[in-house]
């Protein structure tokens, strides 16, 4: 690779990860980049660095436009492992550089690193830094998504680093969002944002909308939103910007996934009917198998629907362990403005269809009850109360989708 201009001397250098497939928990079928970025002025600035085992990377494409002693400043926006993990190479090879950095991230970087020789100076949000020809102004993120987090916005190139925000973990041959659209697809790219706002950023829906806000009162015209993985957005870095707000503001599809998984096929079985019933609603319907389908995508799956239903057979009295697994991991996300079911099969005492909803009432979900329960394996009877129980919760994702 070689460092790739993104605009007027500021330059991508950063590393493409195309094999990491499981990143901290989260699965990445398509890989992700970890981006930083250099503005070669008179006074060159390295804005993040990269993920440890791509420190030789990033050197090498810092070295395509200069030694790397030469760097002045290095600004830190985020001290997650992976951007930070090869600031220590970096500062071997620019001992008197000056790190830029929150209050936050200062207190993570004297834990992670021996940081006494090093100059930092820890800025706030308001505070900018010259570098000869451009003006960086730090705007401080913190939840967004970790407490350290910030931007940095260069005002005469009217360029967003937006660290991970508005990311996506998609590891291309290409830097821009309309190179990706030309060889992928534009779905490809909108899913990418999904997955990562779903995964990482739900959380945060309202900090993300107090945070766009605080940018938009600054008056800051954005050209180029320039994030920490995937692709760049400058033909329409506006689009990321509202998908980001319709997801804050509950934008969901008038849909339903149905996230199960069975023992002996019984509670699958059960699957088909109220699939059937949710469709002949009128609603699309998404049908994920757990075991069979990566944690972070049966996620995706649930935050693109207004409505789930969760499948889960009872095992010793609760529920089945890769359906708790994702409710587990579902209320650490604390979703929101999502209508929820569940349904079962069971041999013995039943359970597992209880400990569903209870667990979408800690979340604080809508829930349609009762869930439905059928004993061993569904017979033709059952079946038709699984068709009702779908018919019957379509109706009511109908009604709850009208809300938004
Ligand atoms: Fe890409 Fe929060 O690290």
Known sequence: MKAVEITNNIFWVGAIDWGVRDFHGYITPSGT????????????????????????????????????????????NHIENDHVTSLEDIMYLAPHATIYITEKGK????????????????????????????????????MLHWPDSMMTYIKEDKVLISQDAFGQHIASSVRFDDELINCESITFLDDGVIDYYA??????????????????????????????????????????????????????????????????HSTEAMTIPIMQGIK????????????????????????????????????????????????????????????????????WGGGAVRDAYEEFKKMGLEIVEPGLQVLYKPSHEDEQKCYAFGRDFAIKVKEYHKKF
């Not at 993040?48 to 791509?54: E, F, I, L, Q």
């Not at 810092?62 to 760097?71: N, Q």
């Not at 609603?283 to 944690?295: E, G, H, I, N, S």
């Not at 999502?338 to 099969?345: D, E, L």
Request: charged share 25%; aromatic share 8%; net charge positive.
């Open 107 to 142: 207190k993570g970087l004297d834990k992670f690193f021996d940081t006494s020789k090093w100059n930092i100076k820890v800025v706030k949000t308001g505070d900018t830094l010259n570098t000869g020809s451009k003006t960086l102004l730090f705007l401080e993120t913190p």
């Open 33 to 76: 980049t970890y981006n930083n970025y250099i503005i070669m002025d008179k006074d060159i600035t390295l804005l993040d660095t990269v993920k440890y085992d791509y420190s030789h990377e990033t050197i090498k494409n810092i070295k395509t436009l200069t030694d790397p002693s030469k760097i002045k400043n290095v600004v830190i």
């Open 199 to 264: 995964n990482i950023l739900m959380p945060f829906g309202q900090l993300i909308k107090a945070k766009i806000s605080d940018i938009q009162k600054l008056g800051l015209e954005i050209e180029i939103i320039a994030p920490d993985h995937g692709i760049i957005w400058r033909s329409n870095p506006k689009k990321v910007i509202d998908m980001y707000l319709d997801m804050a503001n509950g934008k969901a599809d008038e849909s339903v996934a149905i996230i199960y998984d069975t023992m002996w």
């Open 280 to 347: 002949d609603e009128g609603l699309k319907c998404k049908v994920v198998k757990l075991r069979a389908t990566p944690m972070s995508v049966a996620i995706k799956e649930f935050w693109k629907s207004r409505g789930c239903l969760v499948g889960t057979p009872t095992l010793n009295n609760i529920m089945y362990p890769s359906v708790a697994e994702f409710l587990t991991h579902l209320r650490g996300l604390r979703p929101k403005n999502r209508i929820a079911g569940a349904f079962g099969s069971y041999g």
